[in-house]
């Protein structure tokens, strides 16, 4: 298994502001995925962050919008950039087990007034 | 959309009943998993089951797959009130990118 810290855990934000979330793990894995969950929905994959190589985004979300670093094996970070209303959400990283399966952090809940 | 549908979105029941809740997906799959979430907090893996796999258990979890029908179901046993949280399945269709269902949400009553 790992163990993965996500910060902020939550936060209120203005609009138009940016606010960047950390997500350490405690072992070294090569991807990393970024997750949204918008109030009472599922989680959609936003993009996959490989460290070395510029980050793979899903249909719908742009680098612009949501610039990703990926540093090393353990760390990688999301920016919610000029944010809205519409990006209150809980934004969360996971990284895959050896048997396929997902272990995500605690998540970070966003609010943007 | 590729996402999964699960029924009921919500389910109610009383502690020591059984708890059922069915997962429809769309495309092939290599294997489907079943996931829990309290109160908007991070997701904790349950039970992976492969594509060549019918039915799969897990303390008190039992999980089946169909993949002529494309559906799965969740069981739980025996349930708890610390079984109350929202569930999803989730199809993995390649390169480990899950996609999950709409997910159904349990509140058990003591």
């Known amino acids: 298994s790992a163990v993965i810290s996500q910060k902020p855990s939550r936060d209120i934000c203005q609009r138009g502001t940016s606010l960047t979330i950390q997500c350490q793990v405690d072992?070294?894995?090569?991807?990393m995925f970024w997750y949204r969950q918008q109030p009472g929905q599922s989680l959609t994959l936003i993009a996959t962050?490989?460290?070395?190589?510029?980050?793979?985004?899903e249909s719908g979300f742009v680098i612009d919008k949501f610039p990703i670093s990926r540093p090393n094996l353990t760390f990688s970070t999301l920016t919610v950039s000029n944010m809205s209303p519409e990006d209150s959400s809980i934004y969360l990283c996971?990284?895959?087990?050896?048997?396929?399966?997902?272990?995500f952090g605690e998540g970070s809940r966003l609010t943007v007034l | 959309s590729q996402q999964g549908e699960e029924d009921p979105q919500a389910l109610s029941i009383q502690e020591g009943e059984n708890a059922t809740m069915n997962c429809s997906y769309k495309t092939s799959i290599n294997n489907l998993q079943w996931y829990r979430q309290n109160s908007g907090r991070g997701l904790v893996h349950l039970i992976l089951i492969r594509s060549n796999e019918r039915e799969k258990h897990s303390g008190r979890l039992r999980v089946t797959l169909d993949t002529s029908k494309k559906s799965s179901s969740l069981l739980i046993t025996a349930s708890r009130a610390a079984d109350t949280a929202s569930y999803f399945c989730?199809?993995?269709?390649?390169?480990?990118?899950?996609?999950f269902g709409t997910g159904t949400r349990l509140l058990v009553s003591p």
């Open positions: 072992s070294q894995v090569t991807m």
């Open positions: 962050a490989n460290q070395g190589s510029e980050a793979t985004y």
């Open positions: 996971s990284v895959v087990g050896v048997a396929g399966e997902l272990f």
């Open positions: 989730a199809t993995d269709a390649g390169f480990q990118k899950l996609v």
